[in-house]
């Protein structure tokens, strides 16, 4: 099958790459580029007309990032009948049912596994998990970049601004990092894992998020003083046909599967009600893994491998099925009431709703824009030193 490369940068270099030494019958036969690197003046293009007429380019490979052109380049191919992969998680996110109907339609094939997990091969599992047994819940590390962050915090007791400065130069960073840092790209991430898992498509207003922007490094300490790691988490459940979903900084035992994992790795799991848990663990953001998880797509579609229904039945949310304790970290007075711990500088609150913790963070925010909020895992909430 000869294949299209939208965008050389980061991804697009790791899918070429894991193509030209593996093909499996896949060709690059074209790379979309504005700049054409030296001595590849055959393969890459500025004009993607070239590719959209190429009757012989059965499929394209998106890897440009972002809502504009990504959307119209992926939704001029689909109309064209060629395949679609992508590791665009905003993109898959915000258009999610668009992109399905119109794939459905075309008779063509849409796949995004490396929008998720990087090289993890997560959404393809869980597609292939769902073919019989039914999802209960998932949850997880979905951001290279965060926990690239957390766990050179706590293992080399560096500064945020520099553990970002290093996961950017190691092109694990989106490029704008606030997507990272204030929980975006996993709230992108939990809303699409949750839409296959659960048959029902979420949104990215359906998960209420926090992001690490201010944890600081004696916010790490501390947690680690106490035994506890922070990480950013994704959870989602469904209940009844209704479902719950959130992002959030989240404490947990050092001995907790998550709270081992290191540098840009990332570990997702499934429940599932026959199966049990299943984790994945691997590198979640870089070249080489996410560009190979884009190159398995392809082959997949090369070879008619695991397709399965997409259900676009909007989904019925429910803030109330997961209540927790919450960390705070603020210097702003909070209402008694949601107290249950007081520590140095720091309250343990009852347990809350995401709804509730997130009108609590913005009457917090009027007075301390740096206040800092995570989620207690049930072994740290039931540690008897925060009752
Ligand atoms: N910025 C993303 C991350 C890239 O750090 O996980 C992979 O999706």
Redesign the pocket.
């Known amino acids: 099958m000869k294949i299209a490369i939208l965008g050389f940068g980061v ?1 697009g270099r790791g899918a070429y790459e894991a193509i030209l030494h593996h093909a499996c019958g896949v060709q690059v036969k074209r790379i979309l580029d504005l700049r054409v690197p030296e001595g590849m003046e055959d393969v890459v293009t500025t004009d993607y007309n070239t590719i959209l007429n190429d009757p012989e380019i059965e499929a394209v490979a998106e890897a440009i990032g972002g809502l504009h052109p990504a959307y119209e380049y992926i939704t001029r191919a689909i109309d064209a009948g060629k395949h679609v992969v992508s ?1 665009n ?1 905003h993109l898959i996110c915000h258009y999610y049912r668009d992109l399905h109907e119109r794939a459905a339609a075309r008779g063509v094939d849409l796949r995004f596994t ?5 090289g993890i091969p997560w959404l393809m599992n869980l597609r292939r998990t769902k073919r019989c047994d039914r999802i209960l819940s998932l949850c997880g590390i ?7 962050i957390l766990d050179s915090m706590l293992t080399r007791g560096i500064d945020f601004s520099d553990a970002l400065k290093e ?1 950017q130069a190691l092109g ?3 490029a704008d ?1 606030s ?2 840092i204030d929980g975006l ?2 709230q992108r ?1 939990c809303a699409i894992s949750a839409s296959i898992a659960f048959d029902a498509v979420l949104t990215e207003e359906d998960v209420p998020t926090f992001g690490i922007r201010h944890i600081t490094k004696e916010d790490v300490a501390r947690f680690d003083a106490m035994g506890y790691v922070c990480k950013l988490m994704a959870f989602a459940e469904e209940r009844d046909g209704r479902i719950t979903a959130s992002v959030e900084p989240y404490l947990l035992p050092k001995t907790a599967t998550e709270g081992a994992v290191r540098t ?1 790795f ?1 570990c997702i799991t499934l429940v599932g009600e026959r199966v049990g848990r299943l984790s994945f663990i691997g590198q ?3 070249s080489a893994p ?1 560009g190979m998880a884009l190159a398995e797509d392809l082959i997949d579609i090369a070879t008619a491998n695991g397709k399965t229904p997409v259900s676009l039945t909007p989904a019925v949310i429910d803030g109330t099925i997961r209540p927790h304790m919450y960390y705070v970290r603020t210097s702003a007075k909070l209402p008694s009431a949601c107290i249950l711990h007081r520590m140095e500088q720091a309250i343990i609150t009852k347990p809350m709703t995401p709804a509730d913790i997130h009108a609590l963070y913005t009457t917090i925010q009027a007075t301390d824009p740096d206040a800092f909020i995570a989620g207690l895992d049930p072994d740290v909430a039931s540690d008897a030193r925060l009752c």
Not at 114 to 118: A, E, L, R, T
Not at 142 to 148: A, H, I, Q, R
């Open positions: 991804v590791a998680k490396p929008s998720v997990g990087g979905m951001n290279g970049t965060t926990n690239y996961a694990y960073a989106e990092p997507a990272d790209d996993v991430k840009n990332n979640g953001a870089g996410t």
